[in-house]
């Protein structure tokens, strides 16, 4: 059974930084294409980065050159570095994981099937 538990989430000021934590069980997260996605409120679910077997990496255009997403085979982590975070940032991110597509990276959320429960970003102006 696959269990994705994100961490690292809290409230920081515009312009800091967050980095956050998906500890994954039952899953290698070098198996298959794995993501971050985030909600904000009354807003639907985005993908904001992926990564896939091969460490070919995407992000989505609102992010790009200020997060970077990592995976940690030895601890089986996969990790989403946060910097220069904006209100606009602020959103529950969830960690997600294929069971089947190996590359390229993907932000289609069709594509991923496990996902955690979610960790909560704050961004103050």
């Known amino acids: 059974q696959v269990h994705m538990v994100e961490s690292g989430g809290g409230s920081v000021e515009s312009g800091g930084s967050l980095t956050l934590s998906c500890a994954v069980s039952?899953?290698?997260?070098?198996?298959?294409?794995m993501a971050w996605y985030r909600q904000a409120p009354g807003k639907e679910r985005e993908g904001v980065a992926s990564?896939?077997?091969?460490?070919?990496?995407e992000y989505a255009d609102t992010v790009k050159s200020r997060f970077t997403i990592s995976r940690d085979t030895a601890e089986n982590i996969l990790s989403l570095q946060m910097n220069s975070l904006t209100p606009e940032d602020t959103a529950v991110y969830y960690c997600?994981?294929?069971?089947?597509?190996?590359?390229?990276?993907?932000?289609?959320?069709?594509?991923?099937?496990?996902w955690g429960q979610g960790t909560q970003v704050t961004v103050s102006s």
């Open positions: 997600a994981a294929s069971k089947t597509r190996v590359k390229p990276p993907t932000l289609y959320q069709l594509y991923y099937d496990y």
């Open positions: 039952g899953y290698s997260v070098d198996s298959y294409c």
């Open positions: 990564i896939d077997r091969y460490g070919s990496v």
